[in-house]
């Protein structure tokens, strides 16, 4: 276990915060931020809605859907946020669809990463890209535009090689195709891959790759036209590398008992999203400890579904160096079936206490 820790409060880097809309006024959401947001993922928890996602390259005039393939979109007063405040952000004013973000009596979380701010080239390559990059806290926005045909790669900025990749084509509608090192096996190679937005396992793609030619880098991950996306379009990429103490990218293998597997992190989580990768299909499970302060989680949002946040059943405790599943639910703990995971931390372990 590291003595020192890059990041010794998560919170800094990655937060979750929740407000009630009143309607009216634009809703400055600035509970525990201690940055200027550059990723978004917003969902109201009262009621069915969208997920809506929203970056610092776009502007906060676009969002997408993690639920939907819809194109990318713009709310209106300008996005369903107004601004990305140096603490938080704000919320549009009560509009005709105030509801999403700021009605009356509803409740919202709202999940907020930092990257690296203003966007700036990057060539690493072989098409080039827009990039903000937090290498500290192992996570960057991207945004590039296809070549016309073949495969290619993409620089991600990170100076690590990345666990996580999300990616979406935003003129058109189109899945959000996804990259984790622990599918197949942890041996994801250049073709398998998952949706954000379905409840499918896994699948393989390896004419053309999926990822293109080449396994992720530290500097580059790759992608295929006809594959990935279509010729010459505009895409996003949220691509993140494991941090000890504040990140971490994994697998476990369900026993479909509420004395379920212990997943170690080395952190206590703020925030872990699950998904069944193998054996059967199931939904993006997303808990949080701003919306369970106590254990165990069993709030959950579902990453590719528009469902008001649901509850009973006992997921997952939160501990000082990880979690423990602690229901038989196929979506998170179905007996010799396979999950992957990605977890961001309150604490490191050193300075982590019980719940």
Known sequence: MPTTYAIPDGRTVMNASTWTGDGVTPKAVVSNLAFQPDFLWLKQRSAVNYHFLQNSIAGATKYLASNATDAESSGSSGGWIQSFDSTGYTTVTGS??????????????????????????NTSGSTPSLVSANTTAGF????????????????????????????????????????????????????????????????????????????PTSSVFGASVSATCAASEPLIAYCFAAVAGYSAFGSYTG????????????????????????????????LDTSRNTYNPEDNRLLANLSNAEGGGFNVIDVLSNGFKLRDTDSSWNASTYTYIYAAFAENPFKYANAR
């Open 96 to 121: 005709s669809n105030s509801n999403n973000v700021n009605g009356s009596g509803i409740t919202y979380v709202g999940w907020a990463w930092k990257a690296g701010g203003t966007a700036v080239a």
């Open 140 to 215: 960057s926005v991207v945004s590039f535009t296809s070549p016309a045909s073949g495969s290619f790669t993409i620089g991600h900025g990170l100076n690590a090689v990345p666990n996580l990749i999300i990616t979406k084509p935003t003129s058109r509608s189109a899945g959000w195709v996804t990259y984790h090192s622990s599918l197949n096996g942890g041996s994801p190679g250049t073709s398998y891959f998952v949706y954000l937005d379905t409840t499918a396992g896994q699948a393989s793609l390896a004419s053309p790759p999926m990822w293109g030619s080449a396994v």
């Open 255 to 286: 026993n479909g008992s509420s004395d379920g597997p212990f997943v170690y992190l080395g952190f206590r989580p703020r925030w872990v999203m699950i998904k069944i990768s193998a054996g059967t299909t199931g939904s993006w499970v997303i």
